[in-house]
């Protein structure tokens, strides 16, 4: 996300490098082309107006801070900025003692209201430690509440159905009710949605919020329509009162500009952005983090969150120490493998580790484009099949793989000897970095802490989510 306007904003700063001082005119020339660069990501223009005016007035009107380069100081600004437009602070959901809890999410049709009320479910009962309730009260379009019950049972979250009752009000009350003799925490309302916005379904929106009185009213919008979603969130918060904004589709919106127009427009906050089609991609918002990877400043927080929650930190410790005493075998590249695949896609990765990291660690700064992201996702599958054809002798001492042995590994894998031979010169010249990367250091500080858990240590300082193994 945000891939377009990153390569622009990006571009524009980089003309200031090199300036002892900063003229008006220098900053004239960024400035033009960060308006372009907002205006083409689709960004409200007011925000876009609003925005270059406030950073050239404190770049031209700031004293340059003696640690920092005129250029340093003006992607400061940028980014501050960035930050105050996205929402200034991240936004939690609002949770009370009543229980249960109401969240409503709201939205116009075919905006991906009623999977993003899966997806949340599962968010909230898996970081936040909440029980809720689910229940639909679309009882206009096909299938709606059958949408949702499927969804429930996927994510393993209870849902209250009652297909005896049409009317969205007694839907409700009953589920309400049901919560509160059940023990639910959290009830989660999917509503109905339109086409387009009318009377009837505000009518109906606002009898529920009266209702109910819910602490939570999401708006769901789909990032790709850019300002269409924006109209549509401003006009719900001016009919009902929407307290959040949770954006669907980011992973696919190169643009950004729905995120970046939200907030000025509404006055809600994003609160959550969905990126990706599984039940669990579904991010809490950051404005500083967000900010950061547009700016190519990576989103190294988000990067150690995904690694505490989804890396076993036995194994991953495992995993360094023997990385750091030179005894990472074949077996071990396979378990980190499987580490990595669950924190997502090569390309995602790579865009929340920051410019300089990936500078000192491959000497560039990979620009991944989507068929590339491909090739290394097939490329670690097959890695992934020519080690699972080795025997676990084999696994675990590379030297005794000779020509027959890597004849029959290429077979049983499906890929060629050279494949295979690729694989093992892979694997020794990576322990040799490895090697490296120990005795320079960088492994025992924040590298340590970082690639560790991607690639073998998964304690980051604080208090790291430790998995349990199945037994």
Known sequence: MFDALSDKLKNALKNLRGQDKLSAEHIDIAMREIRIALLEADVNFKVVKQFVETVKEKAIGQKVLESLSPEQQVVKIVYDE???ILGGSSSRLVFTQRSPNVVMIVGLQGSGKTTSTGKLAKFLAKNQGRHPLLVSVDVYRPAAR??????????GQPIFEAPELSDPLEICRAAYKHAQQVGYDTLMVDTAGRLHIDDQLMEELSTIKRELVPVEILFVADAMTGQDAVKSASEFHSRIGITGVILTKMDGDARGGAALSVKVVTGQPVKFVGVGEKYDALEAFFPDRV?????GMGDVLTLIEKVQQEVDEDEAMALQQKMMEDRFTLEDYRAQLKQMEKLGSVDKLLKMLPEGMMRSLMGFVPQITPDQADQM???LKMTEAIINSMTVKERNNHHIIDAPRRRRVAKGSGTTIKQVNDLIDEYIQMRKIMRSMTRGGLLGGFGGKLLGGMFGGGRTGGTARKKKKKR
Do not use: N, P
């Not at 059958?146 to 994510?155: E, P, R």
């Not at 900010?291 to 700016?295: G, T, V």
């Open 146 to 155: 059958d949408q949702l019950a499927v969804i429930a049972k996927d994510i």
């Open 82 to 84: 960035l930050v105050e």
């Open 377 to 379: 996702q097939r490329k």
């Open 291 to 295: 900010a950061q990877r547009i700016l």
